[in-house]
C-alpha cells in the first residue's frame, strides 16, 4: 500500500482491535510502501488522531444521526482521520481534508457513505468548542485534551493549580534528549559531530546531556552507531543522578529495559565496578544488551530477573534504582494510548512497587543510596509510597535532590516534575540513604 491516507485509516481500525499505537504504527510502516514524505504524513495523521481522539468523537457525535460507536468501523476511521486533518493539520486546507476524506471513502469500498462523511466534516470543522455546553468540569477537561475522566479527575485532584497546564503541554512534542557516552566522547565534541550530519543540539538541563532538533531518525546518525550516545530523558538521568554512583560501586538496576538507566548509570562508574541489570521480562533483556553492546560498556551484567523477588546475588549494593512500572500519566505527550486508561488495577500496583522498593532496600549496605522514581503524576504512587517506606524503614533517610528544575513540586525531599516545559517527562524522584 503506499496511500497514506487509506494506510492511516487502516492502522486505526486495527488500534480499535487492541495495542500499543506505537506497535499498530511500526506494523503499519512495514507494509507501507511509499517513501519517506509518505510515511511522515501517515504517522502524523495516526497519531494525531488517536491523541485527540477523544475531542474528535466529541465533535463528529454532534452531527451525526447516530453514535460514532455504531458505525462502519471503516467510516468511522474516515470520518477521524478526516477530522484530524481538518482541524490540526497546518499543512492540510480543510476542503482538502474533506474531499480527500470522501475520495477515501470512495477507495475503501463505502460509496454510500460518501456524503455523510462530506457533510458531517464539513460541519464539525467548523465547530466551535468554546461555545459547547459541558456537563461538569471534568467533561470539559476529558473533550478539550482528550483524556478519560479518571484521568481528568485524577489530575485535578493533585494538580488544581496545574493540571490544565499539563493538559496544555500534552499535546506539544516532546524534546528529543540524548545521553553523551562520557566513556567516548565529550558533550562539546558530540555536538560538532551532530552537526557534521545536520542535526543542531544545545546543552540538555542535566549534566552531560544534549537536546536535539531536527533529528529525524537518531538510529540512521553515524553518531549512533558508533555509540557515542544514546536516547534518554532528562528526567530519566535525573534519577540517575540522584543515585550518586561512584567508580568502583556495585549497582542495581532493578527494572531495567529498555537499559537507559543501566547504560548511564555505567557511565556513571566510567568502567569502574558493576551494575546488575535486571528485567522481569526476557524479550526486554535483549534490548538492554542490545545498547550495552553498542556503547560498549563492559561493566554491565544483565539477567532476567523479578525485581519483587530477593535475589542473594544483589546484596551489599552501593546503589539501587528502582524506577518501577506504573501508570505512565507523565508521558501522555509520548504515548497517546496512556491518555485514555481507566485507571483500574491501581491498588495493585501500587502493592507491586512498594514491594520492589522494599526488597531493594534489603540490597542497600549502611551508608549506600536507593533512588525510587516513577513516570507518572498520581500521588498514590508517588509520595505516598515513598512516605510508607520510610515509615516502615527507619534504617533510612530522605535526601534531598540536586538539580530539580523551579517548576518541579516538591513534598520534603521528594520531588514531582511536571511536564510543562517539554524538557523533561513527568517524573517523580525519592532519593534515600541506608544509616545502619
Known amino acids: 500500500?503506499?496511500?497514506?491516507?487509506?494506510?492511516?485509516?487502516?492502522?486505526?481500525?486495527?488500534?480499535?482491535?487492541?495495542?500499543?499505537?506505537?506497535?499498530?504504527?511500526?506494523?503499519?510502516?512495514?507494509?507501507?510502501?511509499?517513501?519517506?514524505?509518505?510515511?511522515?504524513?501517515?504517522?502524523?495523521?495516526?497519531?494525531?488522531?488517536?491523541?485527540?481522539?477523544?475531542?474528535?468523537?466529541?465533535?463528529?457525535?454532534?452531527?451525526?444521526?447516530r453514535p460514532l460507536p455504531q458505525m462502519d468501523r471503516t467510516v468511522r476511521a474516515v470520518l477521524r482521520s478526516g477530522l484530524y486533518q481538518a482541524r490540526w493539520m497546518d499543512g492540510v486546507p480543510v476542503h482538502a481534508a474533506v474531499s480527500e476524506s470522501v475520495a477515501l471513502c470512495r477507495r475503501m469500498g463505502k460509496a454510500g457513505a460518501a456524503g455523510m462523511v462530506?457533510?458531517?466534516?464539513?460541519?464539525?470543522?467548523?465547530?466551535?468548542?468554546?461555545?459547547?455546553?459541558?456537563?461538569d468540569e471534568l467533561e470539559r477537561l476529558c473533550v478539550l485534551y482528550s483524556v478519560s475522566r479518571p484521568v481528568a479527575q485524577l489530575l485535578s485532584r493533585a494538580y488544581p493549580?496545574?493540571?490544565?497546564?499539563?493538559?496544555?503541554?500534552?499535546?506539544?512534542?516532546?524534546?528529543?534528549?540524548?545521553?553523551?557516552?562520557?566513556?567516548?566522547?565529550?558533550?562539546?565534541?558530540?555536538?560538532?559531530?551532530?552537526?557534521?550530519?545536520?542535526?543542531?543540539?544545545?546543552?540538555?538541563?542535566?549534566?552531560?546531556?544534549?537536546?536535539?532538533?531536527?533529528?529525524g531518525d537518531v538510529t540512521k546518525l553515524r553518531a549512533f552507531a558508533k555509540g557515542l550516545f544514546h536516547v534518554q530523558g532528562a528526567a530519566s538521568q535525573l534519577a540517575c543522578a540522584a543515585l550518586g554512583a561512584q567508580p568502583g560501586w556495585k549497582v542495581a538496576d532493578l527494572c531495567a529495559a529498555p537499559g537507559g538507566k543501566t547504560a548511564t548509570l555505567a557511565q556513571h562508574l566510567q568502567g569502574q565496578g558493576v551494575v546488575y541489570s535486571r528485567d522481569v521480562r526476557?524479550?526486554?533483556?535483549?534490548?538492554?544488551?542490545?545498547?550495552?553492546?553498542?556503547?560498549?560498556?563492559?561493566?554491565?551484567?544483565?539477567?532476567?530477573?523479578?525485581?519483587?523477588?530477593?535475589?542473594?546475588?544483589?546484596?551489599?549494593?552501593?546503589?539501587?534504582?528502582?524506577?518501577?512500572?506504573?501508570?505512565?500519566?507523565?508521558?501522555?505527550?509520548?504515548?497517546?494510548?496512556?491518555?485514555?486508561?481507566?485507571?483500574?488495577?491501581?491498588?495493585?500496583?501500587?502493592?507491586?512497587?512498594?514491594?520492589?522498593?522494599?526488597?531493594?532496600?534489603?540490597?542497600?549496605?549502611?551508608?549506600?543510596?536507593?533512588?525510587?522514581s516513577t513516570c507518572t503524576l498520581n500521588p498514590g504512587e508517588n509520595q505516598e509510597i515513598a512516605e510508607e517506606f520510610l515509615r516502615s524503614h527507619p534504617e533510612f533517610r530522605a535526601l534531598p535532590l540536586e538539580g530539580a528544575p523551579a517548576s518541579a513540586c516538591k513534598t520534603g525531599e521528594f520531588v514531582t516534575l511536571l511536564p510543562l516545559d517539554g524538557l523533561t517527562d513527568g517524573f517523580f524522584i525519592a532519593s534515600f540513604e541506608r544509616l545502619w
Do not use: W
Not at 493549580?161 to 528529543?176: D, G, M, N
Not at 565534541?189 to 546531556?209: F, H, M, N, R, Y
Not at 532496600?361 to 525510587?372: D, F, K, Q, W
Open 282 to 372: 526476557a524479550g526486554r533483556v535483549g534490548l538492554i544488551r542490545q545498547l550495552v553492546r553498542r556503547l560498549g560498556l563492559e561493566n554491565v551484567r544483565t539477567a532476567c530477573a523479578d525485581a519483587a523477588e530477593y535475589d542473594d546475588a544483589l546484596a551489599g549494593c552501593d546503589g539501587v534504582l528502582c524506577d518501577v512500572p506504573c501508570s505512565g500519566l507523565g508521558t501522555l505527550a509520548k504515548k497517546p494510548d496512556e491518555r485514555y486508561k481507566d485507571l483500574q488495577g491501581l491498588m495493585q500496583l501500587q502493592a507491586l512497587q512498594l514491594r520492589i522498593l522494599t526488597v531493594g532496600a534489603r540490597y542497600v549496605r549502611p551508608g549506600g543510596r536507593l533512588v525510587y
Open 118 to 135: 462530506n457533510a458531517v466534516l464539513r460541519r464539525a470543522a467548523a465547530a466551535d468548542l468554546a461555545v459547547c455546553a459541558f456537563r
Open 1 to 65: 500500500m503506499s496511500d497514506p491516507r487509506r494506510a492511516a485509516a487502516a492502522a486505526l481500525i486495527k488500534q480499535e482491535q487492541g495495542g500499543y499505537a506505537n506497535l499498530v504504527l511500526a506494523h503499519a510502516l512495514e507494509r507501507f510502501e511509499g517513501d519517506g514524505r509518505d510515511r511522515a504524513f501517515l504517522s502524523a495523521i495516526f497519531y494525531g488522531t488517536v491523541e485527540r481522539m477523544a475531542t474528535i468523537d466529541y465533535l463528529l457525535n454532534l452531527f451525526l444521526s
Open 161 to 215: 493549580q496545574q493540571a490544565e497546564a499539563i493538559l496544555t503541554a500534552s499535546f506539544r512534542r516532546p524534546a528529543v534528549c540524548v545521553r553523551v557516552n562520557r566513556l567516548k566522547i565529550g558533550p562539546e565534541q558530540l555536538a560538532c559531530i551532530l552537526a557534521e550530519e545536520g542535526v543542531l543540539s544545545a546543552p540538555g538541563p542535566v549534566t552531560d546531556s544534549l537536546v536535539l532538533e531536527n533529528a
